[in-house]
Structures are given as structure tokens and as C-alpha cells.
């Protein structure tokens, strides 16, 4: 835990496993998608036991209470007893990992896949036919 009690924001997203790089962890704060309180905040926003987090993770919002401080990234279960994760978040991350069970398979819309060399070969005749007609030889009576 922190030695000084004071821990950044970036640094402790970052430690608590949330983002894979500190870099990732201020971009998002940065681009102020990240609030402590309610209030939009910045990478340099030190953090104390009892903050509330809240944060876009793909199309779930994600609101934990922080529980600890660390400046040390350790091992999963470690970074886990940094914080509590809210039960209405739980349950949302819940009912978007059902609902992307449960939807429909994007490729199944997929009627036919890449044509095999036989299909281009035939398009490129097809294509090579229409080519070589010309109506004004075939209409051309004068001759």
C-alpha cells in the first residue's frame, strides 16, 4: 500500500488493473471520461479511500469505491482489494455480457464469403463478353 497516502489517479487505474498502461489510463482521463464524485477529473487527481470512480469500459459504465491506495502493480487478487465495484455496476456489466451472449452473430449475416478462384473466373469472363461486344458494329448495316 501507499507509503505517503497519496496516489494519482492515472497511476491507480493503472495499478488496480483497469487499464493494461498507465498511458491508456490518462488518455481516457484526459479526454474526461473519467469523473471521482461526480466531477470530471484530471490524471494528476490524487485519491483517497472512499472516492467514488466512475468510467466508460466499452458500452458498460463501470462506478467502483476505492478502498485503498497503491502505487506498487502486484498481482490480480492484490489490485481486487483496492476497490469495490458498486452492485448496480456489477449488474450492468452483467446484463451486457448476456446481451452480447444471447445477440445475433455478425458473420451469420454473411450470405456468401470470398468468391473461390472458380467465381472469379467467372465474373472475369462475364466481364471480358461484355467487353468485346460493341453495338455500334452490330447496328453499323452500311458495309
Not at 462475364?126 to 452500311?142: H, I, K, N, P, Y
Amino acid at each position: 500500500m501507499s507509503d505517503d497516502g497519496r496516489v494519482r489517479l492515472d497511476k491507480w487505474l493503472w495499478v488496480a488493473r483497469f487499464f493494461k498502461t498507465r498511458g491508456l489510463a490518462a488518455d481516457d482521463i484526459g479526454r474526461g471520461r473519467v469523473s471521482v464524485n461526480g466531477q470530471v477529473a484530471k490524471a494528476s487527481r490524487e485519491l483517497k479511500p472512499g472516492d467514488l470512480l466512475q468510467w466508460r469500459q466499452g458500452p458498460v459504465l463501470r462506478t467502483v469505491k476505492v478502498l485503498a491506495l497503491s502505487t506498487v502493480r502486484g498481482p490480480a487478487p492484490q489490485a481486487q482489494a483496492l476497490y469495490e465495484e458498486t452492485p448496480e455496476s456489477i449488474a450492468a456489466r452483467e446484463r451486457a455480457a448476456e446481451s452480447r451472449r444471447l445477440g445475433a452473430e455478425p458473420a451469420a449475416s454473411i450470405e456468401q464469403g470470398r468468391p473461390t478462384k472458380r467465381d472469379r473466373r467467372d465474373m472475369t469472363r462475364s466481364v471480358a463478353e461484355w467487353q468485346r461486344w460493341s453495338a455500334s458494329l452490330d447496328d453499323d448495316d452500311t458495309r
